[in-house]
């Protein structure tokens, strides 16, 4: 494998993992923040367990981005 090579391979790397960054910010972080401070766009805002799945469901994209990324970087060549 060639330093080209190498260098896309962290390139893919580094894009799956921003995308996870990406996916624990908006899904993650952004709604749990909006619930504790009582910021809703909705009447109401959404239930608890609403929140709670929808976290889960982000989180769980989020940290399977970041392994793929981690697979992909075994692919380099010492």
Avoid: Q, W
């Amino acid at each position: 494998m060639s330093l080209i090579d190498n260098e896309r391979t962290k390139l893919t790397a580094t894009y799956l993992n921003t995308a996870a960054g990406g996916l624990f910010t908006a899904g993650v972080i952004a709604p749990v923040v909006a619930a504790t401070f009582g910021i809703s766009g909705a009447a109401g805002g959404p239930s608890a367990l609403t929140l709670v799945g929808g976290v889960a469901i982000f989180l769980g994209c989020s940290v399977g981005l970041h392994l793929l990324a981690r697979t992909v970087l075994k692919g380099l060549n010492p």
